[in-house]
């Protein structure tokens, strides 16, 4: 017994080789000793010290504090669903307080969509909203406006937001002359007024149009499209020189006059054929303050020595049915096509002649500026992991007239999401990521607001915003639904509309209802970005991923859009006098994608959407290939570019789904490498000044591929511009891929 003692108090201090070779410790060691040695009973003997009372306290001690830090550990790090649970406490954030460090209740998909649907209060709140907003006009710059954003503010801080507040912008808009209204005349040769033809309504007018008179032929160009001007040429008829006379539809206001603008015209009037007023839109091809490209106008802006190339160099002015009716009828040469016709117009010709060949048109436009302060009211929701995140929800709230389809549903829907997501918070719910909810002013003018904003933070947005989430014209109709949005949002719009009921029939969701209205539905459910949305600035000026949602009609469009009969009498008689309910399924998909976007561990945005986009753009540049062979040229590199992004895009994907997703510094480097791959497709070789809307695939410029597709189209090509052409829209891909594939390091290894 005592050679066992001494054994196991280092008595013997031989150490077996084999034991060390093997890592074995002393106690093995000695066990091994024992049964080498003849002298002592071959079983294994123990001291009795092992067995002491004070030695089972403490082996007891030890297992008890083991099981105790076991289970500790368990509960601080335990999540119940990756894609779902987001609502634990932060362990290395700063100035976490004991009451951060509790363990907050756990809420997984079911939950949170069953308490969005319990506080979501019904339609009825929304059109009570609709109706108090819609009394009358409330344009930028007036104190209808002024008192509606104070209301706005008020609303906000009953919610008990975390934070409120309001940022003021000066911006220099265009308004009616009242001392000298625009006019329309015919003239004789002799610059004598023949007849006078009456702008009924002396508030219409179209912002930022030229100022000054012109005297000329007039034209009909049908919607004022590119291909209504090439098919008049196609006819004998020529717009170069003359005014030309569009209706509404298809194409903005600011577009139809750039196209009358290239095409040589000198003025545009614009009517609409389905009804008796005239239509109010601004003509800047662009957004924001066209006095400060890509500068913000806040209080102390210097404001730049240049003005927006979208500017338009000619006048124009909206007239109505009755008055284009007077126009049309004094129109010679070729027979108008029936297509052309408006429904109830008879055939009258394309001029530009008069009748009267000694009669010309003239028209003035008068309008002045004057300098606006703008007011863009905010909350928030502070995000608990990810607070330097935002989700963005804006809307429109000016309007030339009442505004109902224009701002009002859109404004209440905003307010109505602010309340319910505070009082999801107030009741468990703990977004990843911050909301921002915004009120922009001066939509009417081109998106304003939202643009200023955007410009005085543009060096920060595209780190900060993951997503931005339009509520501008929600309703035009119950028909259809439509997402204008970046491809990123596919999987997205597609899983929360299948959630939804749709609002035509209540047992069919609204996913089940677009599926079963034809094969094509799937390209009709999602469209790209509308150039004068703000959705569209935050997208391609910005490279912030923006959708924003609507119910349409099948066929024809909401007729009173920026009119003074778009009041809430008129729109919910268009919805069948159901405004609530169609208000309320809009409600419940933006808030629904807003609550997964504020939520889910990784952003739910699709990054490899893009690969089949790239696809179908490199389709079309290959009917291009025997005339770039010819000067020598090839799209290889552009092929391997787009193979570049789909490999990088893959890469991501994998690597996310081989992560352990509990690691909050790993979540945040794929989140951030998502929510820029908008801000990869801008341009880096452009300046922003020049081309503001910088994004390759929807944007406008030199770099975009519109433009060297527009190129190739042309039977004489610039051989040097085509090869410039070529390698921006390259190069910004390449780069694309670059960013997506991760650190430096890796990219070598990705491709």
Known sequence: MESVRQLFHGALPVQNSYAIHRGVDEEDEAELHIKDTPDVDPRPKVSRRWFSPEWQRLIIGITVAAFIAFILGYVATRRPCVTCDTNGNDPNAEGSDEQDQQEPQRMDWSDLKEQFSKYLRDGQQIESTVRRITRGPHPSGSKENSDLADSILQAFRSYNLDNVWVESHYAELQFPNRESPNTLKILSTDNKTVEEIPITDSDLYCPYSAVGKVVAGLVYVNYGRK???????????????????????????????????????????????????????????????????????????????????????????????????????????????????????????????????????????????????????????????????????????????????????????????????????????????????????AGDFGSIGATEWLEGYLSMLHLKAAAYMSLDTPLLGDEKFVAKSSPLFKNLIEN????????????????????????????????????????FAFNAFAGVPALEFSFTEESLQYQYLDTKLDTFENLNSVLDGRLAAVALS?????????????????????????????????????????????????????????????????????????SDLHNEKLIQFFNVRIMRVEFYFLSQYVSAINYPYRHILIGRGEHTLKALIEHLQKDKTDDSELRKQIALFTWTLVGAANALSGEVWEVHRSF
């Open 227 to 441: 291909e209504d001007f090439q098919m008049l040429t196609s006819w004998g008829v020529n717009a170069s020189g003359s005014l030309v006379i569009v209706r509404t539809g298809h194409i903005s206001f600011a577009e139809k006059v750039y196209n009358a603008e290239v095409a040589g015209a000198l003025g545009v009037l614009i009517f609409s054929d389905t009804l008796d007023t005239a239509v109010y839109g601004h003509v800047h091809l662009g957004t924001g303050d066209p006095n400060t490209p890509a500068f913000p106008s806040f209080n102390h802006t210097q404001f730049p020595p240049f003005k927006s190339s979208g500017l338009p160099k000619i006048p124009a002015q909206p007239i109505s049915r009755d008055v284009a009716q007077t126009l049309l009828s004094k129109l010679s040469g070729p027979d108008c096509s029936s297509e052309w016709r408006g429904p109830s117009f008879p055939s009258y010709g394309l001029g530009p002649k008069l009748k009267v060949p000694e009669h010309k048109v003239q028209l003035e436009v008068t309008n002045v500026p004057r300098s606006v302060e703008l007011n863009n009211v905010f909350g928030s929701i502070t995000g608990r992991f990810e607070p330097e995140h935002y989700i963005v929800v804006g809307a429109q709230r000016d309007s030339w007239g009442p505004g109902a389809a224009k701002s009002g549903v859109g404004t209440a829907i905003l307010q109505e999401l602010a309340r319910t997501m505070t009082m999801m918070v107030g009741n468990g719910f703990q977004p990843r990521r911050s909301i921002l909810f915004v009120s922009w002013d």
């Open 496 to 535: 929360i509309i299948k959630q939804v009921d749709n609002p035509r029939r209540s047992q069919q969701n609204i996913y089940e209802y677009m599926k079963s209205k034809n094969s094509n539905w799937q390209r009709e459910l999602i469209s790209p970005l509308a150039v004068d949305s703000s959705a």
């Open 586 to 658: 809009l409600a419940e998909v933006a808030g629904l994608s807003l609550t997964k976007l504020s939520h889910d561990h990784i952003l739910p945005l699709d990054p490899s959407a893009y690969n089949e986009v790239l696809l179908n753009h490199l389709v079309q540049l290959n009917a291009h290939q025997t005339k770039l062979k010819s000067r020598g040229l090839t799209l290889e590199w552009l092929y391997s570019a787009r193979g570049d992004y789909v490999r990088a895009t893959d890469r991501l994907k994998k690597a996310i789904s081989q």
